[in-house]
């Protein structure tokens, strides 16, 4: 989704219906006092009506139709018009006090990957940030991303990452592109009973894995999303729990374009969200976790281990050495697995150069619009 620039006119100054008012009177000579008589309304409702200090409700506005002969719907239309003005001059303020947070965000990346508007003027730019996020004004991203007002959205803030406002662009797209999926009630138990069909999707990679593994995901009540990184937001995924959190969404990057490293980051993500609670959020590549944490991200490194090449699949290929790319085949074929998350995987544990094997890596390829 781009968002659009506004070209609307709307005129610099509008003046209250109070005045009209007044001016009517003065023509009828008329004084407020009578007028409010007429009206059968406190004098003192004229007078702040006539001084600009009150509105003119629907009630009034038929009460001044039958004493001044001017339609109800002339001061209606008068009085909207005024609170728009006046809301519209407050709204001008929030965006000249956005300026500096919205001269944070790497903008001119985010309008290349088609997430906002180009434009070059910075008001304009402020516009295209608060309706990417949803929000009326600046304060309202602290609140949510930096002061945890929300404390049923997630756990972590990121108030001490790196580069929170690039992080919140990133998480905020994947967020928007999740809206346009309809998903089922969440199922456990249908999520463990795809993982074995996830993992033969993994071995094979086809040409069309993801939209394989989002329709699959789907049936578990799963939504899956890439969002290629932005500049200043270097991470490999995210899962967390959106919609009042009733939803899980698993958010992907393919930050370094490797299919082992895409595989792992994705069994990771779903052990998040068969293992731990719906407040947690992780950013996989970024940001300091706390010794609890810490623990929660080894047992999602373990979880995807499991999915992808076990600590004994691994012993029975080490076994098998010196191997050669036969090799290699050979267990990938046998274990239901990927050549490259076996070589990915010796190579990590530095068991083998990484000048090997290279051919089997397959560079990871997803349409932003899947």
């Not at 001084?51 to 239309?77: C, H, R």
């Not at 990417?132 to 007002?149: A, P, T, V």
């Not at 990133?170 to 969440?186: M, S, T, V, Y």
């Not at 499991?306 to 050495?321: C, G, M, P, Q, S």
Request: aromatic share 10%; proline share 5%; charged share 30%.
């Amino acid at each position: 989704m781009t968002t659009t620039i506004r070209n609307e006119y709307h005129p610099q100054t509008v003046t209250h219906p109070g005045e009209d008012l007044r001016e009517k009177l003065e023509e009828l000579q008329m004084t407020p006092l009578e007028f409010a008589v007429r009206c059968n309304k406190p004098v003192k409702t004229v007078s702040e009506v006539m001084n600009g200090k009150s509105s003119i409700t629907p009630d009034m506005a038929v009460q001044f139709e039958n004493v001044l002969q001017i339609p109800a719907n002339y001061w209606l239309k008068r009085q909207y018009n005024y609170d728009e003005a006046v809301a519209r001059n407050k709204h001008q303020a929030t965006i000249e006090a956005a300026i500096p947070w919205a001269q944070e965000f790497p903008f001119a990346d985010m309008a290349k990957k088609g997430w906002v508007v180009s434009t070059r003027k910075i008001e304009e730019k402020v516009e295209a940030l608060l309706d990417f996020f949803c929000i009326s004004s600046h304060i309202s991203w602290e609140n949510y991303y930096i002061e945890q007002k929300l404390k049923g959205a997630f756990r972590i803030s990121l108030a001490h990452a790196k580069s929170p406002f690039a992080l919140s662009a990133w998480l905020q797209k994947g967020e928007n592109e999740a809206r346009k999926i309809d998903a089922p009630e969440f199922s456990v138990k249908t999520l463990k009973e795809i993982l074995p069909e996830l993992k033969s999707i993994m071995a094979g990679q086809p040409d069309d894995f993801f939209e394989r593994i989002q329709s699959l995901c789907l049936r578990a009540g799963v939504k899956v999303v890439y969002t290629p990184c932005l500049k200043g937001a270097p991470i490999n995924g995210v899962a967390r729990w959106i919609e009042s959190n009733t939803t899980p969404l698993i958010q992907l990057s393919c930050r370094h374009k490797r299919n082992d490293i895409f595989w792992f980051s994705f069994f990771h993500e779903i052990g998040h969200i068969l293992l731990h609670g719906k407040k947690d959020i992780f950013l996989e590549g970024d940001g300091e976790y706390n010794e609890q944490d810490k623990e929660k991200e080894k047992e999602a490194d373990e979880f995807a281990v499991k999915w992808t090449l076990t600590e004994a699949e691994e012993n029975a290929v080490l076994e098998d050495a010196p191997l050669d790319d036969d090799d290699i085949l050979h267990w990938a074929k046998k274990l239901n697995t990927h050549p490259a998350i076996i070589i990915g995987r010796l190579q990590h544990r530095g068991h083998i150069p990484h000048y090997i094997g290279r051919d089997f890596f397959v560079k990871i390829e997803v349409n932003e619009t899947n």
